[in-house]
């Protein structure tokens, strides 16, 4: 800390080369948007100051409310994910395993591949007459659902694959985090007769509750971004708009009804929900993250 | 350490946030002086399309011309934002009612050198606002009934042919549906066009006014033509709109589980190529109440007024607009050409199939319905009547609600 009074100007110097890139393809699209989202701005390029129109329109859009409720549904679903993750971590870094390396590359694997090739593979299983998965579940006498076209169904059958999209990447930040665990801890444990249970409970995840915090705020910033998966496996069927999630609201807005200053309004509204729930987990950390 | 992956988990959170509304510009891209672009929506057309321009070049080899195909569901999101930022392709294709929004704000170069008489009156009132042309018409679409001729004779069911009626229509489905298993007809709320569109007009009802002011989804006709469908999907006699969604219409007709198939002649490509293509026939849509059958729509070619150059775009167009252009376009089996008289070319590519009255129905044909705010109300077809398809609500009382909500947006028009 007290280094960087002394520095005066030579870090910030080093530092331009990270800093006038983000400030042109970040700080100023921001203030741009934020410009734009107090106009409208018409299919042709004219703006009009507005004032707060854009922000009223909002809060008595029904459009609006829908896509936050689908947001926060998808957003819940897809944090299955953090517990998953962690169980298949501790089991991959049991001492011992064998072909530890190739389960890794098997659940990491998703997580290179395009999300929009995984999107039209996954609408191909989730075929409601053809699909695999309706096959599948056929042999036990189940009568699957039309998965993609089916109110209520869709977003969880979307959120699935967002489960198994970014798997892969949690287990291995997990994996890290587990292997920062010092070995010592588990055999004093084990010597005081304490159960693999026992050991998880008061050795494991207190210990990981720093990586645990990193990936739930990733993860909820994942899932109020979701809009790939939702576009390319819904975006054509009868279910897109009662679907829809903000970013796909802000799309349908800005580009298909051509409402940019709207849609604008809709991307503030976006990034600040993003940043105080964000904000509130930094808070909240301070009572459950313990910090070696 | 830990306190690092803390401030880690900061400055990703951070710029997450920010990434979240980086938009993707494309690059205006720019060409040669005596360079062109075209930019159609039809992926198919791109090999024939290099033919007409190869005529083209003959004329004017000083010009070249680079197609680009978009697909459809991004070729007006894709040229909005070119109209936005001045970027627009020099020609380009176009739709009624986008022609019409465009012209509207400037973004057409007004035709002055056309000769309207060449093409049927309908499609160049369709595409004149203000008393300017504002493209040059390129084919005429109407729609038929393609059907299966091995489905129709094993049920025993008499061939569709000309003058048949609605109900010789609904009788063909519901036999072939209940002897077979296959389903008889298909509709789904976004096929508009091709399915409800027809029997609405057939009907008597409309789908807008003609002065684009009002919507005609809550007269009891237009209902009528919509509630047809309805009944078909909930009698199992259409696919569900579930079942289409996961497997689209003409899948279901090509792989011979569909007897009949309301659709263009855009399909014959498709068709001619399929594995049962000998057990495919097309016939004329059938007669309602009405004297209209369908609706006619026709695509066309505009020059962008922020072309740089545009007196190439326009040469081009002119070219697009001849008669030989038209016949190469007929002969590829692209669609029925707008030009007088040369819709022979399209029909005689495919002597197998009947093709002649597609542009015969022209003549009792409704214009394709469309106004400026056509997409918006669009999906609210969608919304409302995939309500009515699954039965969440009447099809009397999806129209109703369906009418008012579009109302709302034609009311907000400029007119």
């Known amino acids: 800390m007290s280094a960087r009074r002394h520095d005066g100007v030579w870090p910030w110097i080093f530092m331009t080369p990270i800093l006038v890139p983000l400030a042109i393809f970040f700080l100023w699209p921001l203030l741009r948007t934020l410009y734009y989202s107090f106009t409208t701005w018409s299919f042709f390029g004219e703006v009009r100051w507005t004032g707060l129109d854009n922000y009223e329109r909002l809060l008595s859009d029904p459009d609006f409310t829908l896509a936050l409720g689908n947001t926060a549904i998808y957003t819940l679903i897809v944090m299955l994910n953090v517990p998953i993750a962690v169980y298949l971590a501790a089991l991959m870094n049991r001492p011992g395993l064998r072909l530890r390396a190739l389960y890794r590359a098997l659940y990491f694997l998703p997580v290179v591949t395009m999300p929009v090739a995984v999107a039209i593979v996954w609408r191909m299983l989730y075929s409601g007459d053809f699909g695999l998965i309706n096959a599948f579940l056929g042999l036990f006498g189940i009568q699957g659902p039309y998965w993609l076209s089916t109110p209520g169904v869709s977003l969880v059958a979307v959120a699935i694959v967002g489960i198994w999209l970014s798997l892969g990447f949690n287990i291995i930040v997990f994996s890290a985090g587990l292997n920062g665990i010092p070995p010592e801890l588990y055999e004093a444990a084990a010597i005081d007769g304490a159960t693999p249970w026992r050991q998880f409970r008061s050795i494991t995840l207190p210990l990981l509750t720093p990586t645990l915090f990193f990936v739930t705020v990733l993860t909820l910033i994942g899932g109020f971004q979701v809009f790939d998966l939702i576009f390319v496996m819904l975006g054509t069927g009868p279910n897109a708009e009662r679907s829809q999630t903000l970013v796909y609201f802000f799309y349908s807005e800005g580009f298909l009804h051509n409402d940019k200053g709207y849609a604008t309004a809709i991307g503030i509204v976006i990034i600040a929900l993003i940043a105080l729930l964000t904000a509130l987990q930094f808070r909240l950390q301070r009572r459950w993250v313990h910090y070696a | ?415």
């Not at chain 2, 489905?173 to 027809?198: H, M």
């Not at chain 2, 279901?252 to 000998?278: E, H, I, Q, R």
């Open chain 2, 1 to 415: 350490m830990n306190r690092h992956l803390a401030a880690a988990a900061a400055a990703v959170a951070f710029c997450l946030v920010l990434s979240g509304c980086a938009a993707d510009n494309a690059p205006a891209e720019k060409k040669g002086p005596v360079g062109i672009d075209y930019v159609i929506w039809d992926a198919n057309a791109l090999k024939p399309y290099k033919e007409i321009i190869a005529a083209f070049a003959k004329q004017r080899p000083d010009i070249t011309v680079n197609i680009q195909a978009l697909p459809w569901e991004q070729y007006w999101t894709k040229l909005q934002t070119q109209a936005s930022s001045k970027s627009l392709p020099d020609v380009f294709w176009v739709n009624e009612p986008n022609a019409a929004l465009y012209a509207a704000n400037g973004a057409l170069e007004p035709i002055t050198s056309l000769p309207a008489e060449n093409f049927p009156r309908g499609l160049i009132d369709s595409y004149t606002s203000g008393g300017k042309l504002y493209a040059s018409p390129r084919e005429i679409g109407t729609m038929g009934v393609w059907y299966n001729k091995r489905l129709f004779d094993k049920a025993g069911v008499a061939h569709p042919r000309k003058g048949w009626t609605q109900a010789d229509f609904l009788d063909a489905a519901r036999t072939i549906s209940k002897k077979l298993d296959v389903f008889g007809a298909a509709a789904a709320p976004w096929t508009g066009q091709e399915t409800y569109y027809n029997t609405i007009y057939q009907s008597g009802g409309e789908v807008v006014s003609a002065d684009k002011r009002r919507s005609g989804y809550d007269r009891p006709e237009t209902i009528a033509g919509i509630k047809l469908w309805v009944d078909l999907a909930k009698e199992g006699v259409s696919p569900s709109v579930q079942q289409i969604t996961d497997t689209p219409v003409p899948q279901y007709f090509t792989s011979g589980k569909l007897a009949m198939m309301w659709s263009g002649p855009w399909n014959v490509n498709t068709l001619k190529d399929a594995k049962l293509a000998g057990d495919f026939a097309v016939a004329p849509m059938p007669k309602g109440s009405s004297g209209l059958v369908t609706t006619v729509q026709g695509g066309a070619d505009a020059v962008s007024a922020q072309s740089e150059h545009k007196e190439a775009a326009q040469a081009f167009q002119a070219f697009l607009g001849s008669k030989t252009a038209q016949e190469l376009f007929g002969a590829a089996g692209l669609g029925i050409p707008a030009f007088n008289g040369s819709s022979g070319s399209f029909t005689a590519a495919f002597p197998q199939w009947d093709l002649t009255f597609f542009a015969e129905q022209a003549a009792n044909a409704a214009p394709y319905p469309a106004s400026i705010s056509a997409e918006a109300w669009n999906k609210l077809e969608n919304e409302y009547l995939t309500k009515a398809w699954r039965g969440e609500l009447s099809v009397e009382e999806a129209c109703k609600q369906l009418a008012a909500a579009m109302n709302d947006v034609l009311a907000a028009e400029p007119k």
